[in-house]
């Protein structure tokens, strides 16, 4: 088949694979494909953080926030975005809250639950996925069915802005500490050289920085990039590879072109020209490229998906 | 005569006992601040633990004495030795009681009850956003002629006193070791400061034998002098505040402390020896004591009428405007109670007046005339020769400049007391004494010259906070602190590096910060009058203080600025054609710019007060 | 008459123990003046730290707010701090030519 082989060499436990592309080039259907595929290797388990919640249409079923199996070694999950982002901005506004404690007696609580609506929210609720994910040594493939490219790359780059952040805001607290501590002992005070502050800073840098030695750790993470051999798709890819190389240093493990037509289907609508233009521009990429052919039909549940696997062609 | 240095000590005592009980306490604590015990003060109402917190009212004191005393308390009154001994004093007593410590109190309170915010915004809020500005240009133009000024005096001293020079090249890295000590050994701050002064005094003694001259005897010449201490205020100023600065600053306090003691010693030790100074020589000096210079003109012309122009010698010695900053600062942030103010805010001032009378002024109406001095002391004018001092040449201690002026006196009368009490050899104990007066000013100096750099940083770039709406790029580089840090430092330097031939002694220079004190001393009191002039609209504006009692802030004031005004203006018409161009050019335009923004600064001042007056 | 010289000595002691209490008092400033431009660093430190913590909350975008709140609740006590350097404004010239050491 060859797919498997594309991802290695790989380490367990888990190993990540990490779809992205545009969406509607079937990012979810690729998931399920790689998830199919993977759990004849070993237990898999693939999570969908997209917004759009394609994932129970395949099943038929809800699958939100509970984890549905779907056949031996694999099983598949929903992330409730809402509900974690709800979860997530209510912790802050309790510690909005705790911090401003006249505010419930005038009655104005309600102003800190803006911070639902604070930009990043979702990030960072991704991000906190991500990091679980990596501990979840129960499965040995986790697959990644991420939100649109853009919020999946601005997710990926943000422990890169933290570590930059927090590196900063550790030297001041560091100045700060020492400073306290001599002034206290120059005065013949107790100096206290263990701060709060300084150390969540700390294990903050040590969590981000572990999350992004993972996420560039090819052996941990595999990258699969999808598209369409259309415009728009292939340009998206192409911007994400390009900030897959270029901010976080990783390659993609593969390109998979979905939705490819046979020559006949293509001439006869007229696109043979542009797909053969597409194909060869991916070639630049030197990467592995798995054509997905066109089913015929939308997929729509899992026994399509089971079908794809026979359209499958890989050129190295 | 029956005047002795016992005498002199006494009235000092006396006048200022009587000044700080019946005009402190009774009249602008109870009548005018109307302080109350009761009422909290902003470190108790803003307590944050940092900033604003209590301080016992003698911590208080201490704290706030050794930020006021300086080397202006001690050039000043050296200057103004051309009028004699008594007229100075009078100044230093009568000014300093009636307007220096009434300033400092005022700035004190008046802050305290505004939150502990300074008398600039005070300013601010009484005569309007202008007031803020012309404070931050009279405070950038005060310290960049500090810098001119320090510079000079710094260098003059090394070379009069290379000895001082000596102390003060390992004076830093005591500081350092001492820091060490501290921060890296762990010894308590106790022991570290004991073994610190000891080495220091060691250092002091040492000194003598080292003296820091160039190879064949030369002293180091005046412009490298300048030219290594510019580049240490600059490099200072650019460095974090770090643990070698602190150190330094610490010992330098102890060094007050011991440097004011010794000043109290001779007058107890010898009561009863003659003054051989005059106690007035003329009301009107010549020129020179004004800075005027070139031809003879000025500099032999009887200009310098002892009022209004003695403002522009004893500055700090009786009034200075950065204790305004220094009191609506941290002081007023950690007042504990409204009635400790008088003795930090008042008490302070009336201490460095006495530090004026008597470490400076004092002796040198002892030791005025040598060959007068060495009789009552029972010394031979040999003796004197071998201690450096010519009588010949040298008959009297206006014959020489300032500074040599204070670390002659003061090593003299300090020798004298000693050689008395251990029988030890006056000239060595002299030379001792003298490179610890010498060493002493030049230690304060060295503070305030990083300081004072930094500060006017950050004057400057205030200053220019309007342009940033209407020119980002300008704003820019304007405030880039290079460019802030640069020109105060070359400014000064500019200004103290030129040797200057003395008109009156064609052989000789004149140090330059004779020229440059008058426009310094000057600014410095042109602060003080918009800060004493703030407090005189506070007391009648806000404390709606009315009638007889608030006259008695108002006439202070205004007779301050009265008379800083008309001496400048004296100083800029008979003084200031005589300068060479480059001071021409330099402190002649700084002082225009201060006398213009001073006009402009009284007219806010009327306004704000018709206004106030409707209320 | 008797009782002139206990007053007089009930005095003395006053003034004495007031001498004492004075000494001790200078002792004290010499020591905090020590540190004083190091107090003046840590408190500008502290108010920068805060700032950037506090900055997302008040439109100025420095580290992601989610960050910002995990701290905050550490620092809770020295947030008098930023209170208290907010009052004082631009109101900077007087604090620094206190505590930055140097003789006027």
Redesign the interface.
């Known amino acids: 088949m060859g797919l498997t082989e594309l991802l290695s060499p790989y380490t367990c436990c888990p190993h990540l694979v990490v779809v992205i592309g545009k969406g509607g080039v079937g990012k979810t259907t690729v998931s399920l494909l790689m998830g199919h595929v993977l759990s004849s290797v070993g237990k898999t388990l693939v999570v969908s953080l997209d917004p759009a919640k394609h994932l129970a249409k395949y099943v038929g079923e809800e699958v939100l926030n509970r984890e549905k199996v779907l056949g031996e070694n694999l099983v598949i999950r929903q992330l409730d975005v809402e509900r974690e982002v709800s979860k997530q901005a209510s912790q802050y506004s309790d510690t909005l809250r705790y911090l401003m404690p006249s505010l419930s007696v005038l009655n104005l609580d309600d102003v800190v639950d803006v911070v639902k609506f604070m930009p990043g929210v979702e990030e960072e609720v991704f991000l906190r996925v991500l990091m679980d994910v990596y501990c979840n040594s129960n499965y040995e493939f986790i697959v990644i069915d991420t939100p649109p490219t853009g919020v999946t790359l601005r997710t990926l780059y943000l422990p890169v802005l933290y570590e930059a952040w927090i590196e900063k805001l550790i030297k001041i607290r560091e100045r700060i500490v020492s400073l306290r501590y001599v002034i206290a002992k120059t005065l013949g005070r107790e100096g206290e050289v263990r701060d709060k502050a300084l150390s969540i800073l700390l294990g903050m840098k040590e969590r981000y920085t572990e999350l992004m030695s993972r996420l560039r750790d090819s052996s941990r993470t595999s990258y699969i990039v999808v598209a369409t051999p259309e415009p728009l798709p292939v340009y998206e890819l192409e911007e994400s590879i390009g900030f897959l190389r270029r901010k976080l240093g990783v390659s993609p493990k593969a390109i998979v072109l979905n939705k490819v037509l046979s020559p006949e289907q293509a001439r006869s609508m007229g696109v043979e020209e542009q797909q053969e233009f597409f194909i060869s521009k991916l070639k630049s990429f030197k990467t592995p490229i798995v054509l997905l052919g066109y089913l015929g039909r939308p997929t729509e549940s899992f026994n399509d998906v089971k079908d794809l696997e026979g359209l499958v062609r890989v050129l190295k | 005569m029956f005047v002795y240095p016992i005498i002199i000590l006494l009235v000092v005592l006396a006048i200022y006992a009587i000044a700080y009980i019946l005009y402190g306490r009774k009249i602008l604590e109870q009548r005018v601040v109307r302080a109350d015990a009761s009422r909290p003060t902003p470190a108790i109402t803003?307590f944050?633990?940092?900033?604003?917190v209590p301080a016992?009212?003698?911590?208080?004191?201490?704290?706030h004495f050794?930020?006021?005393?300086?080397?202006?308390p001690i050039a000043g009154p050296a200057l103004a030795l051309n009028w004699g001994w008594g007229l100075p004093l009078v100044w230093v007593l009568f000014g300093n009681i009636f307007i220096g410590a009434v300033h400092d109190y005022l700035a004190i309170m008046s802050?305290v009850r505004h939150?502990?915010?300074?008398?600039?915004?005070i300013s601010e809020s009484t005569m309007g956003r202008k007031a803020r500005y012309i404070f931050?240009a009279y405070?950038w133009v005060a310290l960049v002629l500090i810098l001119a000024a320090f510079l000079s005096i710094c260098s003059s001293t090394f070379i009069s006193t290379p000895s001082a020079a000596t102390v003060a090249v390992f004076y830093m890295p005591l500081a350092l070791f001492f820091g060490l000590m501290?921060?890296r050994v762990g010894l308590?701050?106790k022991k570290a400061t004991i073994i610190a002064l000891i080495l220091e005094v060691i250092l002091i003694y040492a000194a003598y034998y080292l003296p820091l001259i160039l190879p064949g005897q030369d002293p180091v010449p005046y412009q490298t002098w300048i030219l290594i201490l510019s580049v240490y205020s600059f490099l200072a100023a650019s460095l974090?505040?770090w643990?070698l600065?602190?150190?330094?600053?610490?010992l330098?306090?102890?060094l007050?402390?011991a440097f004011v003691a010794l000043a109290v010693i001779p007058p107890l030790v010898i009561p009863i020896i003659g003054l051989t100074g005059p106690w007035i020589t003329s009301f009107v000096a010549k020129g020179v004591t004004i800075g005027a210079v070139s031809g003879t003109s000025a500099a032999n012309a009887d200009i310098a009428w002892f009022w209004p122009t003695v403002p522009l010698t004893i500055a700090?010695g009786a009034l200075?405007g950065?204790?305004?900053?220094?009191g609506?600062?941290?002081?007023s942030?950690q007042l504990a109670n409204e009635l400790d103010a008088l003795l930090v805010g008042y008490g302070g001032m009336l201490t460095e007046g006495a530090v004026s009378s008597l470490a400076v002024i004092l002796p040198a109406a002892i030791v005025w005339d040598f060959s007068a001095f060495a009789a009552n002391a029972g010394l031979t004018t040999d003796v004197l020769l071998k201690a450096g001092i010519n009588v010949t040449k040298t008959p009297v201690i206006t014959s020489l400049g300032a500074v040599p002026r204070f670390t002659t006196s003061y090593g003299l009368v300090q020798a004298l007391v000693w050689s008395r009490l251990t029988g030890g050899d006056f000239v060595a104990i002299y030379k001792g004494f003298s490179t610890f007066a010498a060493w002493a000013l030049t230690a304060?100096i060295l503070?305030?010259?990083?300081?004072?750099n930094?500060?006017a940083r950050?004057?400057w770039v205030?200053l220019f906070d309007w342009v940033r709406g209407r020119s980002p790029g300008v704003y820019r580089v304007i405030t880039n602190r290079w460019v802030a840090s640069l020109i105060p430092i070359a400014i000064g330097a500019i200004m103290a590096a030129p040797k200057i031939p003395d008109p009156l002694k064609p052989t000789e220079t004149i140090p330059a910060y004779q020229v440059i004190w008058p426009a310094f001393a000057g600014t410095n009191q042109l602060l003080a009058a918009i800060a004493l002039l703030t407090e005189a609209l506070w007391v009648y504006a806000l404390l709606k203080v009315r009638g007889g009692v608030s006259y008695l802030i108002m006439i202070p004031a205004a007779f301050l600025w009265l008379t800083v005004t008309a001496a400048l203006f004296i100083w800029m018409i008979y003084v200031v054609p005589s300068l060479p161009l480059l001071y021409i050019v330099t402190t002649g335009v700084l002082v225009a710019i201060s006398l213009i923004l001073d006009i402009a600064l009284i007219a806010l001042f009327a306004v704000s007060l018709r206004r106030a007056s409707k209320l | 008459m008797v009782l002139l010289p206990r007053v007089l000595a009930g005095r003395l002691k006053g003034f004495l123990r007031e001498l004492a209490l004075f000494l001790k008092g200078l002792n004290q400033a010499i020591l905090e003046k020590s540190v004083e431009a190091l107090e003046a660093e840590y408190v500008e430190l502290e108010y920068v730290f805060l700032t950037i913590l506090f900055g997302s909350f008040i439109g100025v975008k420095t580290i992601p707010l989610f960050a910002s709140l995990e701290i905050l609740e550490a620092v809770r006590d020295e947030v008098l701090i930023l209170e208290s350097r907010g009052y004082r404004g631009e109101d900077v010239l007087a604090d620094l030519v206190s505590s930055l050491g140097g003789e006027w």
């Open positions: 803003k944050d633990g940092v900033d604003y016992n009212k003698y911590v208080l004191y201490g704290h050794a930020s006021i005393a300086g080397a202006g802050s939150g502990g915010l300074s008398v600039m915004t931050l405070a501290v921060y308590s701050v974090p505040v643990y600065l602190q150190p330094r600053d610490y330098n306090a102890y007050l402390w700090c200075s950065f204790h305004s900053l220094v609506s600062g941290t002081t942030k304060f503070t305030t010259l990083d300081t004072a930094r500060l950050f004057a205030e």
